[in-house]
């Protein structure tokens, strides 16, 4: 459609509705022509969108890249927005005091990053031993979206909406240069592994370190640190890992799947047009999608390499090891709710959605992958 009968469509299409609530209203006043919601299809929106990653990073950056794609797009060229990367603009840990504070209209990042301005936060992202992504979704849009209305009430005193932005699914467990058997093993072990995880990892002796994604491999290599954990197979090849340790554990208990987020600064929502909200709202909802298929798709593909081409020795963690761990973690859980009552909230609201799911699960995926994948 040209631009000109698109134009000519939409205040023709918005006229009709008027006219037609008039008489179902029965209304004898004529409407007034402020009433009329009438769209200029002339003016454009021009946002800036600055992110927690480097601009192309795999997947993550890409995901900023193609909802800024998909709103030009759905839009018709009507709203624009520029993506910033890490350091571009702000670095990014800085990135949800821009976007509160109205530097940019709009971020993409992940909510475990700001557990430290509100400890809430972290349960819109992952906590060990947590939902899936098709848990947490669930949680967040399903039902009653208690997930997303928590997650509102969070954000709502920075001045900020958040919004799905992806999630990475199951992550892997990490590298390790050496055999975890037993809960002893963890002992003196020095791993990058941040947040609640590392915490649970402190208290079954370990010491949780952290180190910058462009040192993780040097540290590795060296024996600076013992193990690392970072995301999946792609991009656990992509950074070399396999060159740096020998067993590849899992499964991710600390990352069950971590959940991304965009985030929008409530006064620039309030001054786009409703049409342009639902756009930017729909492509978040692509994003989410996409990201998990990218996710299961490429992981797939460098799993294979990672074995057949790689050699790389797969471990899954002892039932042991992995009871401990929970153990520890739900201490830390306790430990961070404790001290605020709004992630005590959080979490029993998540506590119940993942325990209810649990029986559902169990009967559903659980049952299908232990009974089909192997027959
Ligand atoms: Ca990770």
């Known amino acids: 459609m040209k631009r000109k009968e698109f134009i000519k469509k939409g205040i023709l299409g918005t006229a009709a509705i008027g006219t037609t609530s008039s008489l179902?209203?029965?209304?004898?006043?004529?409407?007034k022509d402020?009433?009329?919601?009438?769209?200029?299809?002339?003016?454009?929106?021009?946002?800036?969108?600055?992110?927690?990653?480097g601009k192309n990073f795999p997947v993550f950056g890409e995901s900023a890249n193609l909802l800024a794609k998909w709103?030009?797009?759905?839009?018709?060229?009507?709203?624009?927005?520029?993506?910033?990367?890490?350091?571009?603009?702000?670095?990014?840990?800085?990135?949800?005091?821009?976007?509160?504070?109205g530097v940019t209209e709009m971020g993409g990042g992940c909510s475990y990053y700001w557990q430290g301005k509100k400890p809430a936060a972290v349960f819109f992202a992952t906590i060990p031993f947590g939902m899936n992504?098709?848990?947490?979704?669930?949680?967040?849009?399903?039902?009653?979206?208690?997930?997303?209305?928590?997650?509102?009430?969070?954000?709502?005193?920075?001045?900020?909406?958040?919004?799905?932005?992806g999630n990475t699914g199951v992550q892997m467990g990490g590298w390790f240069n050496k055999e975890i058997n037993s809960i002893e093993d963890l002992k003196g072990l020095k791993m990058r592994i941040p947040g609640l995880?590392?915490?649970?990892?402190?208290k079954a002796g370990g010491a949780a370190v952290n180190v910058a994604a462009g040192e993780i491999f040097t540290n590795l290599e060296?024996?600076?640190i013992d193990a690392t954990e970072w995301v999946g197979p792609y991009h656990d090849y992509k950074l070399g890992l396999h060159k740096a340790a020998k067993f590849y554990y899992t499964p991710g208990w600390h990352e069950a799947g971590?959940?991304?987020?965009?985030?929008?600064?409530?006064?620039?929502?309030?001054?786009?047009?409703?049409?342009?909200?639902?756009?930017?709202h729909t492509a978040t909802l692509r994003v989410q999608a996409w990201m998990l298929a990218e996710f299961d798709a490429q992981n797939g593909?460098?799993?294979?390499?990672?074995?057949?081409?790689?050699?790389?020795?797969?471990?899954?963690?002892?039932?042991?090891?992995?009871k401990y761990l929970k153990k520890y973690s739900k201490e830390a859980i306790d430990e961070l709710i404790g001290s605020d009552p709004m992630a005590k909230k959080v979490y029993e609201s998540y506590l119940k959605f993942m325990n209810r799911n649990k029986a559902w699960s169990k009967i559903t995926e659980q049952a299908y992958y232990n009974k089909i994948l192997d027959i």
């Open 24 to 31: 179902i209203s029965c209304n004898s006043e004529p409407q």
């Open 34 to 53: 402020a009433e009329i919601p009438i769209i200029n299809f002339n003016k454009t929106y021009e946002w800036r969108l600055t992110t927690v990653w």
């Open 71 to 101: 709103v030009s797009e759905m839009s018709n060229g009507r709203m624009n927005i520029k993506i910033f990367g890490s350091g571009e603009l702000v670095p990014g840990y800085e990135t949800f005091d821009a976007v509160s504070m």
């Open 133 to 165: 992504a098709q848990q947490a979704l669930s949680w967040l849009i399903g039902g009653d979206q208690e997930g997303m209305n928590l997650w509102k009430e969070v954000y709502k005193p920075f001045d900020l909406i958040p919004f799905v932005g």
């Open 197 to 202: 995880a590392g915490k649970a990892l402190e």
């Open 222 to 224: 060296r024996g600076v």
């Open 258 to 280: 971590t959940q991304l987020e965009f985030i929008v600064n409530a006064k620039a929502w309030e001054k786009l047009p409703k049409d342009l909200q639902e756009i930017i």
């Open 301 to 322: 593909l460098y799993l294979e390499k990672l074995i057949n081409e790689e050699g790389v020795t797969l471990k899954e963690f002892p039932d042991e090891v992995l």
